[in-house]
């Protein structure tokens, strides 16, 4: 006989010699509780602990925002051809003779640029809608496995189990743990 079959066969046996009551639970005290109309050798579980990873996962969150657009003004052609105009038609009414050319080249010239910075200042602004995308990472925590502490022929063990073993484990006499 094994050394498992002797522990678990011997209470039975006596109390089946001695006739006393109560021979079931003795033989419980082996074999755990009935599983499925039969009795099964169980270990009782003292601690079960869920092992648990951190799972990271990146994702975008995207919101729409108000955005306030300044588009600067252009001086086109004809902005500073009137400018160019107008400046030296004011600098004809200065000087005589070859003076008077040289201000009126000179002032459409300054009528040009002054007219050209004048356009340029005028911007005009406007608001639009735009998608703003920022990256956000979230944790999440799931159980890999359960690390059991049982007991099982006067020893303590310690095996890990894909599922929750609840309070009792099945053992096979090679030692082979299943959860119930």
């Not at 995207?62 to 105009?85: H, N």
């Not at 998608?131 to 310690?158: A, K, M, N």
Request: charged share 15%; hydrophobic share 40%; with cysteine.
């Amino acid at each position: 006989m094994s050394r498992f079959q002797t522990r678990t066969v011997r209470p039975a046996l006596i109390a089946a010699a001695l006739g006393l009551a109560g021979t079931a639970a003795l033989a419980q005290d082996v074999y755990g509780p009935e599983t499925r109309g039969h009795a099964a050798p169980l270990a009782r579980v003292l601690a079960v602990t869920a092992n648990v990873d951190r799972i990271s996962e990146q994702s975008q969150q995207c919101t729409q925002q108000q955005q306030v657009v300044t588009t600067p003004g252009q001086a086109g052609l004809g902005t500073t051809v009137a400018g160019s105009l107008i400046g030296g038609a004011l600098a004809s009414q200065i000087g005589k003779g070859s003076g008077k050319a040289v201000a009126v080249a000179t002032g459409s010239a300054v009528g040009a640029h002054m007219a050209r910075n004048m356009a340029e200042q005028r911007s005009t602004t406007s608001v639009k809608t735009v998608q703003v995308c920022q990256p956000v990472t979230s944790v999440r925590e799931q159980v890999r496995d359960y690390t059991v502490r049982y007991e099982w022929d006067g020893r303590e063990h310690v095996v890990n189990l894909p599922q929750h073993p609840g309070a009792w484990l099945r053992v096979s006499t090679s030692h082979t743990v299943h959860a119930m």
